[in-house]
C-alpha cells in the first residue's frame, strides 16, 4: 500500500509539473525553448502579451520596450504623469512611455546619443543589451577569455567586448538555437529579452543599488552646489539615502598624477580626483576630498604638421569614495571642446616671442659690424623679421605633446545625474 501511494504522489507530482510548464499563451507551445523564462516575465509584469493571449516571441524590441521592461525588472513601477521636461530631442509627453523614458534618463540607466536623441523605436541589438546590462551591474572587467568557446566571438563590436564577456562571466546572456554562437548583432527579440530579463531577476545582487528600486527612499529636499557660475544646473537631490547630483551640473577633477600624451595608449586610465569637500550651499557634504574620478582612453590623435596639437580623449567611467564605495559616474571635459590638449596659440606665441628675440640678436650684431653702428634700425629690423619667422614656423611645424602635472584641473560637466549614497 506504501508503494502503490507512493507511486500516485510520485504520478500527481508529475501532473503538477507538466501543467506548470504546459503551454499558457498561444503561440508559446510548453516545449518553446523560452517557456519557463516567458511565463515569468509576464506573470511579473515585466513583458506584456501583446495579442490575443499571444506573446509573440520572435518580435523584435525597440530601445523604448527594454527599457520599460528593464524598469519593472528592476522593481520600479510605470510612470503614469511626469513634469520633468524631456531631454531627449525625439521624446515629448505625448508618449506613453514618456515617463519611463525620463525615469531611466534620471536613473541614468540607458543613455542616449550624442546628438540629444533617445532613439526610442530603434530596435535594440544583442550587443546593445549587453552593454546595458553591463553598465547596470556591479563593476568588475569582464575577462574576456570567456568568449572562446563561442565561434562567432570576433563578430562582437569592438566597443561590446568586454561588456559581453562581463555579462557571460554573470550568466545574464543568451546563446539560441546554437548554445556556441551568441549572435551579438542580431536584433533582440521579446523571447532572447525574457531570458535576459528573467536572469538577470534572479541576480538583482549583482545590479549595483542606485538603480535597483528603494521603496523605502524618501525625498528631503533640493540644494544647490555653487563649484561654478558656468553650470547650466546646480541642484542636487536629497534623499534619505543618497544624494543626486543632476545632470548639467559642473565639477573640478584634479590629475591625480603627472600625464603626457607621449606615453598614453588607447585603453590606458586616467584618474582625476576631488581636492577638496564638497558642499552644497546649505551645508551638505556631497563629494568628500579624495574621492577619485576613473576615465579610460578612447582615442589619441598624435600631434601633427600645421600646428595640430596631440589630442586625447577620455569617457568617464566610475567615482569611486574614500571608504571604498564606486558608482557609476559619466561626465564630459568641457575645456577645449572635451579633448586634453595644449591651447593651440601657445606655440606659435612663444616661436614668435623667441624669434623676435633672435631678430633683435641677430640686428644688434650686424649693427655692431656695420661702420655706422645703426644700433636702432638693426633691432628694428631684425625683431619684425624674427617674430614674423618664429609665427610662420610656430604655424607650420608639428604641435605639441599634451602634459599635465599632479594638481591641474579640468572642467567636467556630468552628462547623467550621479548619484552619491548616505
Given at each position: 500500500m506504501k508503494k502503490i501511494l507512493a507511486m500516485v504522489a510520485v504520478f500527481f507530482m508529475l501532473l503538477t509539473v507538466n501543467a506548470a510548464n504546459a503551454a499558457v499563451y498561444s503561440d508559446v507551445p510548453a516545449d518553446y525553448w523560452a517557456n519557463t523564462e516567458i511565463t515569468a516575465v509576464v506573470k511579473d509584469n515585466i513583458l506584456p502579451l501583446l495579442g490575443d493571449n499571444a506573446y509573440l516571441?520572435?518580435?523584435?524590441?525597440?530601445?523604448?520596450?527594454?527599457?520599460?521592461?528593464?524598469?519593472?525588472?528592476?522593481g520600479h513601477k510605470k510612470v503614469s504623469s511626469v513634469s520633468v521636461a524631456s531631454p531627449f530631442s525625439d521624446v515629448d509627453s505625448s508618449r506613453a512611455d514618456y515617463g519611463d523614458i525620463i525615469l531611466s534618463s534620471q536613473l541614468g540607466l540607458i543613455y542616449g546619443y550624442s546628438d540629444g536623441s533617445f532613439k526610442p523605436d530603434r530596435i535594440m541589438t544583442k550587443s546593445e543589451a549587453a552593454s546595458?546590462?553591463?553598465?547596470?551591474?556591479?563593476?568588475?572587467?569582464?575577462?574576456?577569455?570567456?568568449?572562446?568557446?563561442?565561434?562567432?566571438?570576433?563578430?562582437?563590436?569592438?566597443?561590446?567586448v568586454r561588456q559581453f564577456a562581463k555579462t557571460i562571466d554573470l550568466d545574464v546572456y543568451v546563446a539560441h538555437p546554437d548554445a556556441d554562437e551568441l549572435l551579438p548583432n542580431k536584433q533582440l527579440d521579446r523571447a532572447e529579452a525574457a531570458v535576459l530579463l528573467y536572469k538577470l531577476?534572479?541576480?538583482?545582487?549583482?545590479?549595483?543599488e542606485q538603480f535597483v528600486n528603494k521603496p523605502n527612499e524618501e525625498v528631503i529636499g533640493t540644494e544647490h552646489l555653487n563649484v561654478t557660475k558656468k553650470a547650466e544646473?546646480?541642484?542636487?537631490?536629497?534623499?534619505?539615502?543618497?544624494?543626486?547630483?543632476?545632470?548639467?551640473?559642473?565639477?573640478?577633477?584634479?590629475?591625480?598624477?603627472?600625464?603626457?600624451?607621449?606615453?598614453?595608449?588607447?585603453?590606458?586610465?586616467?584618474?582625476?580626483?576631488?581636492?577638496?569637500?564638497?558642499?552644497?550651499?546649505?551645508?551638505?557634504?556631497?563629494?568628500p576630498a579624495g574621492t577619485t574620478m576613473k576615465s579610460v582612453i578612447t582615442s589619441l590623435e598624435e600631434k601633427k604638421w600645421w600646428n595640430k596639437n596631440d589630442k586625447v580623449c577620455v569617457e568617464f567611467e566610475s567615482l569611486t569614495l574614500p571608504g571604498g564605495t564606486t558608482v557609476p559616474f559619466s561626465a564630459e571635459i568641457i575645456n577645449h571642446n572635451g579633448v586634453l590638449t595644449e591651447n593651440?596659440?601657445?606655440?606659435?606665441?612663444?616661436?614668435?616671442?623667441?624669434?623676435?628675440?633672435?631678430?633683435?640678436g641677430v640686428g644688434t650684431g650686424i649693427s655692431a659690424m656695420s661702420w655706422h653702428h645703426h644700433w636702432g634700425r638693426g633691432?628694428?629690423?631684425?625683431?619684425?623679421i624674427g617674430a614674423g619667422v618664429g609665427l610662420i614656423s610656430g604655424l607650420v611645424t608639428k604641435g605639441l605633446t599634451y602634459k599635465a602635472h599632479d594638481g591641474e584641473y579640468v572642467w567636467l560637466e556630468l552628462t547623467q545625474d550621479l548619484s552619491i549614497p548616505n
Open positions: 516571441p520572435e518580435q523584435e524590441v525597440s530601445r523604448s520596450d527594454f527599457n520599460s521592461a528593464l524598469l519593472r525588472t528592476l546595458v546590462i553591463s553598465h547596470i551591474t556591479k563593476d568588475f572587467k569582464g575577462n574576456v577569455r570567456a568568449l572562446a568557446p563561442f565561434r562567432d566571438s570576433n563578430t562582437i563590436p569592438s566597443w561590446a531577476k534572479q541576480k538583482l545582487n549583482a545590479v549595483k544646473v546646480n541642484e542636487v537631490t536629497i534623499t534619505n539615502l543618497r544624494k543626486i547630483v543632476l545632470a548639467k551640473n559642473i565639477l573640478k577633477g584634479y590629475f591625480y598624477t603627472d600625464f603626457t600624451s607621449k606615453t598614453a595608449e588607447v585603453g590606458d586610465t586616467v584618474t582625476f580626483t576631488a581636492k577638496e569637500d564638497i558642499y552644497t550651499e546649505e551645508g551638505t557634504l556631497v563629494i593651440r596659440w601657445v606655440k606659435p606665441l612663444g616661436y614668435t616671442l623667441g624669434g623676435a628675440v633672435l631678430g633683435g633691432i628694428g629690423a631684425g625683431v619684425p
